[in-house]
Protein backbone atom coordinates (compact mmCIF):
# COMPACT_ATOMS: atom_id res chain seq x y z
CA UNK A 1 0.00 0.00 0.00
CA UNK A 2 2.72 2.50 0.75
CA UNK A 3 4.85 0.99 -2.09
CA UNK A 4 1.66 2.42 -4.27
CA UNK A 5 1.42 5.63 -2.43
CA UNK A 6 5.25 6.43 -3.37
CA UNK A 7 5.05 5.65 -6.74
CA UNK A 8 1.78 7.48 -7.15
CA UNK A 9 3.09 10.97 -5.48
CA UNK A 10 6.32 10.57 -7.42
CA UNK A 11 4.26 10.44 -10.55
CA UNK A 12 2.29 13.55 -9.73
CA UNK A 13 5.70 14.83 -8.61
CA UNK A 14 7.43 14.20 -11.62
CA UNK A 15 8.44 17.47 -13.26
CA UNK A 16 6.80 18.70 -16.76
CA UNK A 17 8.77 17.97 -19.86
CA UNK A 18 7.84 20.24 -22.37
CA UNK A 19 10.37 18.27 -24.48
CA UNK A 20 8.92 15.22 -23.47
CA UNK A 21 5.63 16.19 -24.78
CA UNK A 22 7.03 17.58 -27.67
CA UNK A 23 8.42 14.14 -28.83
CA UNK A 24 5.29 12.46 -27.74
CA UNK A 25 2.85 14.63 -30.20
CA UNK A 26 5.87 14.54 -32.49
CA UNK A 27 5.47 10.77 -32.31
CA UNK A 28 1.59 10.63 -32.63
CA UNK A 29 1.72 13.31 -36.33
CA UNK A 30 4.08 10.61 -37.70
CA UNK A 31 2.20 7.96 -37.06
CA UNK A 32 -0.70 9.13 -38.58
CA UNK A 33 0.68 10.88 -41.43
CA UNK A 34 2.44 6.92 -41.79
CA UNK A 35 -1.21 5.59 -41.51
CA UNK A 36 -2.64 8.06 -43.96
CA UNK A 37 0.25 7.48 -46.75
CA UNK A 38 -0.78 3.62 -46.26
CA UNK A 39 -4.61 4.35 -46.85
CA UNK A 40 -3.67 6.70 -49.62
CA UNK A 41 -1.65 3.51 -50.73
CA UNK A 42 -3.93 0.79 -50.50
CA UNK A 43 -6.82 3.27 -52.05
CA UNK A 44 -5.30 3.82 -55.28
CA UNK A 45 -4.52 -0.38 -55.18
CA UNK A 46 -8.12 -0.52 -54.94
CA UNK A 47 -9.25 1.85 -57.73
CA UNK A 48 -6.43 0.24 -59.91
CA UNK A 49 -8.43 -2.76 -59.55
CA UNK A 50 -11.60 -2.61 -58.63
CA UNK A 51 -13.08 0.38 -60.04
CA UNK A 52 -11.25 -0.61 -63.66
CA UNK A 53 -12.74 -3.98 -64.04
CA UNK A 54 -16.09 -2.66 -62.47
CA UNK A 55 -16.50 0.00 -65.46
CA UNK A 56 -16.10 -2.72 -67.85
CA UNK A 57 -18.92 -5.20 -66.14
CA UNK A 58 -21.30 -1.89 -65.68
CA UNK A 59 -21.14 -1.63 -69.00
CA UNK A 60 -22.75 -5.08 -69.98
CA UNK A 61 -25.91 -3.55 -69.76
CA UNK A 62 -25.38 -0.35 -71.88
CA UNK A 63 -23.41 -2.90 -74.32
CA UNK A 64 -26.76 -5.04 -74.35
CA UNK A 65 -28.90 -1.85 -75.20
CA UNK A 66 -26.25 -0.44 -77.63
CA UNK A 67 -26.53 -3.52 -79.52
CA UNK A 68 -30.04 -3.08 -79.69
CA UNK A 69 -31.10 0.19 -80.34
CA UNK A 70 -28.11 0.33 -83.21
CA UNK A 71 -29.86 -3.14 -84.67
CA UNK A 72 -32.93 -1.72 -84.53
CA UNK A 73 -31.96 0.99 -87.55
CA UNK A 74 -31.06 -2.01 -89.67
CA UNK A 75 -33.16 -4.93 -90.69
CA UNK A 76 -33.14 -6.45 -87.83
CA UNK A 77 -37.06 -5.82 -86.72
CA UNK A 78 -38.29 -6.93 -90.65
CA UNK A 79 -35.65 -9.68 -90.05
CA UNK A 80 -36.97 -11.21 -86.69
CA UNK A 81 -40.50 -9.80 -86.71
CA UNK A 82 -40.46 -7.15 -84.40
CA UNK A 83 -41.74 -4.64 -86.75
CA UNK A 84 -45.45 -5.37 -85.99
CA UNK A 85 -47.44 -3.59 -83.05
CA UNK A 86 -44.92 -2.94 -80.16
CA UNK A 87 -42.92 -5.87 -80.49
CA UNK A 88 -39.43 -3.84 -80.10
CA UNK A 89 -40.73 -2.64 -76.92
CA UNK A 90 -42.18 -5.73 -75.97
CA UNK A 91 -38.71 -6.87 -76.51
CA UNK A 92 -36.66 -4.35 -74.33
CA UNK A 93 -39.30 -4.67 -71.63
CA UNK A 94 -39.29 -8.25 -71.11
CA UNK A 95 -35.61 -8.01 -70.10
CA UNK A 96 -36.58 -5.69 -67.67
CA UNK A 97 -39.20 -7.68 -65.96
CA UNK A 98 -36.72 -10.59 -65.71
CA UNK A 99 -33.90 -8.53 -64.31
CA UNK A 100 -36.18 -7.41 -61.79
CA UNK A 101 -37.51 -10.56 -60.41
CA UNK A 102 -33.83 -11.87 -59.96
CA UNK A 103 -32.07 -8.61 -57.97
CA UNK A 104 -32.72 -9.33 -54.51
CA UNK A 105 -31.16 -13.02 -54.76
CA UNK A 106 -28.41 -12.21 -57.16
CA UNK A 107 -27.33 -9.16 -55.13
CA UNK A 108 -27.63 -11.30 -51.79
CA UNK A 109 -25.51 -14.12 -53.70
CA UNK A 110 -22.53 -11.61 -54.13
CA UNK A 111 -21.42 -12.27 -50.26
CA UNK A 112 -23.10 -15.68 -49.99
CA UNK A 113 -20.49 -16.80 -53.20
CA UNK A 114 -18.13 -13.89 -52.94
CA UNK A 115 -17.48 -11.93 -55.93
CA UNK A 116 -14.59 -13.40 -57.47
CA UNK A 117 -17.08 -16.54 -58.49
CA UNK A 118 -20.10 -14.80 -58.84
CA UNK A 119 -19.00 -11.42 -61.40
CA UNK A 120 -17.47 -13.85 -63.86
CA UNK A 121 -19.84 -16.82 -63.84
CA UNK A 122 -22.84 -13.85 -64.83
CA UNK A 123 -20.54 -11.90 -67.08
CA UNK A 124 -19.72 -15.35 -69.24
CA UNK A 125 -23.36 -16.29 -68.98
CA UNK A 126 -24.09 -12.85 -70.21
CA UNK A 127 -21.70 -13.21 -73.37
CA UNK A 128 -23.02 -17.06 -74.47
CA UNK A 129 -26.75 -15.56 -74.46
CA UNK A 130 -25.43 -12.37 -76.35
CA UNK A 131 -23.26 -14.19 -78.74
CA UNK A 132 -26.55 -17.00 -79.30
CA UNK A 133 -29.20 -14.05 -79.92
CA UNK A 134 -26.99 -13.65 -83.59
CA UNK A 135 -28.20 -17.33 -84.74
CA UNK A 136 -32.11 -16.69 -84.07
CA UNK A 137 -34.90 -16.50 -86.32
CA UNK A 138 -38.09 -15.14 -84.93
CA UNK A 139 -39.29 -12.98 -82.68
CA UNK A 140 -40.31 -14.86 -80.00
CA UNK A 141 -36.61 -16.47 -80.28
CA UNK A 142 -35.70 -12.78 -79.85
CA UNK A 143 -37.97 -12.58 -76.18
CA UNK A 144 -36.47 -16.06 -75.36
CA UNK A 145 -32.65 -14.17 -75.32
CA UNK A 146 -34.17 -11.48 -73.76
CA UNK A 147 -35.09 -12.90 -70.68
CA UNK A 148 -32.15 -15.01 -70.54
CA UNK A 149 -30.15 -11.89 -70.76
CA UNK A 150 -32.26 -10.41 -67.88
CA UNK A 151 -31.15 -12.87 -65.84
CA UNK A 152 -27.79 -13.38 -66.27
CA UNK A 153 -27.50 -9.11 -66.07
CA UNK A 154 -29.73 -8.84 -62.55
CA UNK A 155 -26.83 -8.75 -60.02
CA UNK A 156 -24.20 -6.94 -62.17
CA UNK A 157 -25.41 -3.24 -61.24
CA UNK A 158 -26.71 -3.97 -57.40
CA UNK A 159 -23.69 -6.94 -57.02
CA UNK A 160 -21.20 -3.66 -57.96
CA UNK A 161 -22.97 -0.52 -56.45
CA UNK A 162 -23.15 -3.15 -52.63
CA UNK A 163 -19.38 -4.32 -53.77
CA UNK A 164 -17.92 -0.19 -54.16
CA UNK A 165 -19.61 1.01 -51.19
CA UNK A 166 -17.89 -1.60 -48.60
CA UNK A 167 -14.45 -0.22 -50.01
CA UNK A 168 -14.87 3.55 -49.97
CA UNK A 169 -15.67 6.08 -47.24
CA UNK A 170 -18.42 8.40 -48.05
CA UNK A 171 -16.44 11.29 -49.18
CA UNK A 172 -14.68 9.18 -51.61
CA UNK A 173 -18.02 7.16 -53.15
CA UNK A 174 -19.56 10.01 -55.89
CA UNK A 175 -16.02 10.01 -57.72
CA UNK A 176 -15.58 6.34 -57.23
CA UNK A 177 -19.39 5.90 -59.08
CA UNK A 178 -18.53 8.42 -61.70
CA UNK A 179 -15.27 6.46 -62.62
CA UNK A 180 -17.80 3.16 -63.36
CA UNK A 181 -19.70 6.15 -65.45
CA UNK A 182 -16.56 6.57 -67.80
CA UNK A 183 -15.97 3.08 -68.50
CA UNK A 184 -19.44 2.50 -69.05
CA UNK A 185 -19.85 6.03 -71.21
CA UNK A 186 -16.81 4.74 -73.14
CA UNK A 187 -17.68 1.38 -74.20
CA UNK A 188 -21.32 2.92 -74.99
CA UNK A 189 -19.81 5.61 -77.52
CA UNK A 190 -17.07 2.87 -78.86
CA UNK A 191 -19.98 0.54 -79.14
CA UNK A 192 -21.50 2.65 -81.44
CA UNK A 193 -19.01 2.88 -83.34
CA UNK A 194 -17.95 -0.42 -83.28
CA UNK A 195 -21.50 -0.98 -84.80
CA UNK A 196 -21.22 1.00 -86.96
CA UNK A 197 -18.31 -0.76 -88.32
CA UNK A 198 -20.12 -4.16 -88.07
CA UNK A 199 -22.89 -3.04 -89.83
CA UNK A 200 -20.76 -3.13 -92.70
CA UNK A 201 -19.97 -6.77 -92.87
CA UNK A 202 -23.30 -7.37 -93.83
CA UNK A 203 -23.63 -10.94 -95.95
CA UNK A 204 -20.15 -11.78 -94.94
CA UNK A 205 -20.02 -15.46 -93.76
CA UNK A 206 -23.87 -15.39 -94.37
CA UNK A 207 -24.55 -13.26 -91.86
CA UNK A 208 -26.64 -9.42 -91.50
CA UNK A 209 -24.48 -6.47 -89.58
CA UNK A 210 -26.73 -6.51 -86.85
CA UNK A 211 -25.73 -10.53 -86.50
CA UNK A 212 -22.35 -9.70 -86.71
CA UNK A 213 -23.20 -7.09 -83.73
CA UNK A 214 -24.44 -10.02 -81.73
CA UNK A 215 -21.55 -12.56 -82.54
CA UNK A 216 -18.76 -9.98 -82.40
CA UNK A 217 -19.97 -8.36 -78.40
CA UNK A 218 -20.70 -12.02 -77.03
CA UNK A 219 -17.34 -13.17 -77.08
CA UNK A 220 -15.60 -10.05 -75.78
CA UNK A 221 -18.55 -10.29 -73.18
CA UNK A 222 -17.27 -13.65 -72.52
CA UNK A 223 -13.29 -12.88 -72.46
CA UNK A 224 -14.80 -10.23 -70.19
CA UNK A 225 -16.07 -13.04 -67.41
CA UNK A 226 -12.52 -14.72 -67.89
CA UNK A 227 -10.53 -11.75 -66.92
CA UNK A 228 -12.50 -10.64 -64.21
CA UNK A 229 -11.94 -14.17 -62.18
CA UNK A 230 -8.48 -13.03 -61.65
CA UNK A 231 -8.86 -9.17 -61.70
CA UNK A 232 -11.48 -8.20 -59.54
CA UNK A 233 -10.94 -8.19 -55.94
CA UNK A 234 -13.07 -9.40 -52.72
CA UNK A 235 -14.30 -7.91 -50.00
CA UNK A 236 -12.01 -5.62 -47.76
CA UNK A 237 -12.07 -8.12 -45.30
CA UNK A 238 -11.54 -11.14 -47.24
CA UNK A 239 -9.30 -9.25 -49.85
CA UNK A 240 -6.24 -10.65 -48.84
CA UNK A 241 -7.13 -13.65 -50.64
CA UNK A 242 -7.62 -11.97 -54.17
CA UNK A 243 -5.38 -12.75 -56.74
CA UNK A 244 -1.79 -10.49 -56.69
CA UNK A 245 -3.86 -7.87 -54.27
CA UNK A 246 -3.56 -6.91 -50.51
CA UNK A 247 -1.65 -8.48 -47.69
CA UNK A 248 -3.23 -9.39 -44.55
CA UNK A 249 -1.96 -6.31 -42.78
CA UNK A 250 -3.29 -4.18 -45.62
CA UNK A 251 -6.81 -5.92 -45.69
CA UNK A 252 -7.00 -5.22 -41.88
CA UNK A 253 -5.78 -1.32 -42.59
CA UNK A 254 -8.66 -1.02 -45.24
CA UNK A 255 -11.43 -2.57 -43.42
CA UNK A 256 -10.67 -0.09 -40.11
CA UNK A 257 -10.62 2.67 -42.45
CA UNK A 258 -14.08 1.85 -43.02
CA UNK A 259 -14.93 0.65 -40.26
CA UNK A 260 -13.83 4.24 -39.05
CA UNK A 261 -16.09 6.40 -41.35
CA UNK A 262 -19.26 4.34 -40.42
CA UNK A 263 -18.83 1.34 -38.27
CA UNK A 264 -20.66 -1.23 -40.63
CA UNK A 265 -17.13 -3.28 -41.74
CA UNK A 266 -18.51 -5.60 -39.89
CA UNK A 267 -21.08 -8.18 -41.37
CA UNK A 268 -23.77 -9.79 -39.30
CA UNK A 269 -25.32 -13.16 -39.49
CA UNK A 270 -27.85 -13.49 -42.65
CA UNK A 271 -31.45 -13.98 -41.89
CA UNK A 272 -34.29 -13.38 -43.79
CA UNK A 273 -36.15 -11.49 -41.13
CA UNK A 274 -33.12 -8.91 -40.97
CA UNK A 275 -33.63 -8.59 -44.71
CA UNK A 276 -36.81 -7.95 -44.99
CA UNK A 277 -36.79 -5.42 -42.01
CA UNK A 278 -34.89 -3.46 -43.93
CA UNK A 279 -37.99 -2.70 -46.05
CA UNK A 280 -39.43 -0.94 -43.50
CA UNK A 281 -36.76 1.72 -43.88
CA UNK A 282 -38.58 5.20 -46.11
CA UNK A 283 -35.15 5.99 -47.28
CA UNK A 284 -35.47 2.65 -49.24
CA UNK A 285 -38.51 3.76 -51.22
CA UNK A 286 -37.51 7.07 -51.19
CA UNK A 287 -33.74 6.52 -53.53
CA UNK A 288 -36.37 3.64 -55.02
CA UNK A 289 -38.49 6.56 -56.75
CA UNK A 290 -35.61 8.26 -57.64
CA UNK A 291 -33.84 5.88 -59.45
CA UNK A 292 -37.18 4.80 -61.21
CA UNK A 293 -37.68 8.43 -62.70
CA UNK A 294 -34.22 8.66 -63.60
CA UNK A 295 -33.79 5.32 -65.85
CA UNK A 296 -37.17 6.25 -67.31
CA UNK A 297 -35.28 9.16 -68.83
CA UNK A 298 -32.01 7.36 -69.81
CA UNK A 299 -33.91 4.43 -71.17
CA UNK A 300 -35.90 7.32 -73.72
CA UNK A 301 -32.76 8.18 -74.20
CA UNK A 302 -30.43 4.97 -74.65
CA UNK A 303 -32.93 2.25 -76.45
CA UNK A 304 -34.20 5.03 -78.89
CA UNK A 305 -31.61 7.56 -79.89
CA UNK A 306 -30.55 6.16 -83.20
CA UNK A 307 -34.16 6.07 -83.97
CA UNK A 308 -34.80 9.30 -83.05
CA UNK A 309 -31.45 10.29 -85.04
CA UNK A 310 -33.18 8.25 -88.22
CA UNK A 311 -36.48 9.07 -87.78
CA UNK A 312 -36.94 12.16 -85.89
CA UNK A 313 -33.88 13.95 -87.44
CA UNK A 314 -33.81 12.09 -90.89
CA UNK A 315 -30.39 10.84 -90.65
CA UNK A 316 -29.20 7.38 -92.72
CA UNK A 317 -29.33 4.16 -90.74
CA UNK A 318 -25.11 4.46 -90.89
CA UNK A 319 -24.96 7.94 -89.19
CA UNK A 320 -27.56 7.35 -87.00
CA UNK A 321 -25.43 4.63 -85.65
CA UNK A 322 -22.37 6.60 -85.92
CA UNK A 323 -23.51 9.79 -84.26
CA UNK A 324 -25.19 8.11 -81.14
CA UNK A 325 -21.67 8.06 -79.65
CA UNK A 326 -20.36 11.92 -79.31
CA UNK A 327 -23.07 12.42 -76.86
CA UNK A 328 -21.86 9.43 -74.31
CA UNK A 329 -18.23 11.49 -74.82
CA UNK A 330 -19.39 14.51 -73.75
CA UNK A 331 -20.91 12.85 -70.78
CA UNK A 332 -17.85 12.15 -69.16
CA UNK A 333 -16.77 15.59 -69.17
CA UNK A 334 -20.26 16.96 -66.57
CA UNK A 335 -19.72 13.23 -64.43
CA UNK A 336 -16.40 14.13 -63.56
CA UNK A 337 -16.65 17.34 -62.88
CA UNK A 338 -20.00 17.37 -61.01
CA UNK A 339 -18.76 14.07 -58.70
CA UNK A 340 -15.52 15.75 -57.93
CA UNK A 341 -17.07 18.76 -56.52
CA UNK A 342 -20.02 16.65 -54.84
CA UNK A 343 -16.94 14.79 -53.10
CA UNK A 344 -15.24 17.48 -52.24
CA UNK A 345 -17.83 19.85 -50.64
CA UNK A 346 -19.57 16.70 -49.24
CA UNK A 347 -22.58 17.86 -51.26
CA UNK A 348 -25.14 15.85 -53.54
CA UNK A 349 -28.24 17.32 -53.18
CA UNK A 350 -27.42 20.68 -55.08
CA UNK A 351 -25.32 18.80 -57.85
CA UNK A 352 -28.65 16.34 -58.47
CA UNK A 353 -30.83 19.47 -58.69
CA UNK A 354 -28.45 21.34 -61.07
CA UNK A 355 -28.54 18.09 -63.53
CA UNK A 356 -31.86 17.96 -63.62
CA UNK A 357 -31.77 21.51 -64.77
CA UNK A 358 -29.60 20.55 -67.57
CA UNK A 359 -31.66 17.75 -68.72
CA UNK A 360 -34.66 19.92 -68.60
CA UNK A 361 -32.79 21.76 -71.16
CA UNK A 362 -31.86 19.39 -73.45
CA UNK A 363 -35.00 17.42 -73.26
CA UNK A 364 -36.75 21.00 -74.28
CA UNK A 365 -34.06 21.61 -76.87
CA UNK A 366 -34.74 18.32 -78.48
CA UNK A 367 -38.54 18.27 -78.54
CA UNK A 368 -39.49 21.78 -79.69
CA UNK A 369 -35.93 23.47 -81.77
CA UNK A 370 -37.20 23.01 -85.02
CA UNK A 371 -32.87 23.16 -86.52
CA UNK A 372 -31.62 19.74 -86.09
CA UNK A 373 -28.36 21.05 -85.17
CA UNK A 374 -30.02 22.75 -82.05
CA UNK A 375 -31.98 19.46 -81.34
CA UNK A 376 -29.06 16.95 -81.64
CA UNK A 377 -26.88 19.14 -79.00
CA UNK A 378 -29.95 18.64 -76.95
CA UNK A 379 -28.81 15.07 -76.39
CA UNK A 380 -25.58 16.07 -75.26
CA UNK A 381 -27.23 17.83 -72.45
CA UNK A 382 -29.75 15.22 -72.03
CA UNK A 383 -27.30 12.35 -71.88
CA UNK A 384 -24.56 14.46 -70.08
CA UNK A 385 -27.09 14.97 -67.05
CA UNK A 386 -28.89 11.42 -67.01
CA UNK A 387 -25.29 10.00 -66.41
CA UNK A 388 -24.00 12.66 -63.72
CA UNK A 389 -27.13 12.00 -61.89
CA UNK A 390 -26.65 8.09 -62.11
CA UNK A 391 -23.14 9.03 -59.82
CA UNK A 392 -24.66 11.71 -57.69
CA UNK A 393 -27.39 8.94 -56.51
CA UNK A 394 -25.22 6.18 -55.66
CA UNK A 395 -22.96 8.29 -53.45
CA UNK A 396 -26.53 9.87 -52.26
CA UNK A 397 -27.74 6.98 -51.16
CA UNK A 398 -24.07 4.95 -50.14
CA UNK A 399 -23.69 8.13 -48.15
CA UNK A 400 -26.95 7.54 -45.73
CA UNK A 401 -27.43 3.53 -45.82
CA UNK A 402 -25.38 1.60 -43.21
CA UNK A 403 -24.79 -1.98 -42.34
CA UNK A 404 -23.85 -4.50 -45.00
CA UNK A 405 -27.13 -6.20 -45.77
CA UNK A 406 -29.11 -3.00 -45.58
CA UNK A 407 -26.83 -1.63 -48.42
CA UNK A 408 -27.24 -5.01 -50.04
CA UNK A 409 -31.00 -4.87 -49.85
CA UNK A 410 -31.11 -1.31 -50.78
CA UNK A 411 -29.00 -1.50 -53.78
CA UNK A 412 -31.32 -4.57 -55.40
CA UNK A 413 -34.35 -2.38 -54.11
CA UNK A 414 -32.77 0.74 -56.13
CA UNK A 415 -31.67 -1.39 -59.14
CA UNK A 416 -34.92 -3.16 -59.61
CA UNK A 417 -37.19 0.37 -59.43
CA UNK A 418 -34.29 1.56 -61.72
CA UNK A 419 -35.25 -1.49 -64.13
CA UNK A 420 -38.72 -0.38 -63.98
CA UNK A 421 -38.33 2.77 -65.03
CA UNK A 422 -36.55 1.40 -67.91
CA UNK A 423 -40.19 -0.06 -68.28
CA UNK A 424 -41.99 2.87 -68.62
CA UNK A 425 -39.25 4.14 -70.73
CA UNK A 426 -39.22 1.99 -73.43
CA UNK A 427 -43.19 3.11 -74.11
CA UNK A 428 -42.43 6.90 -73.85
CA UNK A 429 -41.06 7.05 -76.90
CA UNK A 430 -43.39 6.24 -80.00
CA UNK A 431 -42.51 5.72 -83.28
CA UNK A 432 -45.84 7.74 -84.37
CA UNK A 433 -45.03 10.92 -83.04
CA UNK A 434 -41.96 10.72 -84.92
CA UNK A 435 -40.06 13.58 -85.59
CA UNK A 436 -40.73 15.18 -82.16
CA UNK A 437 -41.45 12.47 -79.81
CA UNK A 438 -43.29 14.88 -77.31
CA UNK A 439 -44.51 11.99 -74.84
CA UNK A 440 -40.66 11.09 -74.26
CA UNK A 441 -40.30 14.88 -74.11
CA UNK A 442 -43.15 16.07 -71.60
CA UNK A 443 -42.20 12.29 -69.20
CA UNK A 444 -38.63 13.17 -68.90
CA UNK A 445 -39.29 17.03 -68.17
CA UNK A 446 -41.74 16.36 -65.85
Given amino acids: MSAMSVDSSSAFDRPFSPKAALTSHQDTTE ?18 RLCTIAGLLCSLNPLDSGIISSASVTSMLHDLGLDHGNRYSVAILIFTVASVCFQL ?12 IFFPLITICFGLVTLCTAFIHTWRQMIVMRVLLGMSMSGIYPGLFYLISTWYRREELQLRFAFLQVGQTVVIATGGIVNFGLN ?25 GIITYWWICDFPENSHRSFYFLTEEEARIATSRIQRDRGDASVTPFSWMEVFRHFTDPKVYGFSALFFL ?3 VSTSISYFLPIIL ?40 PVIIFNCFC ?4 FGMLGFASQVTVRYIGTYLATGAYISNWAAMNSYQASNITGQWKRAVTAAAITACNGLGGVAGSFIVRQTEAPRYLTAVWVSIG
Avoid at 203 to 213: R, V
Avoid at 359 to 362: M, Q
Fill in 105 to 116: PATLSVRWLGPR
Fill in 31 to 48: ANEKRLYEEKRIRLKVDI
Fill in 359 to 362: LITG
Fill in 294 to 296: LNM
Fill in 200 to 224: HLEGNGGLKGWQWMYLIQGVIAVVI
Fill in 310 to 349: QSGMGFSTNKAILLSAPPYYYAIIPVLISSRIGDKYRIRG
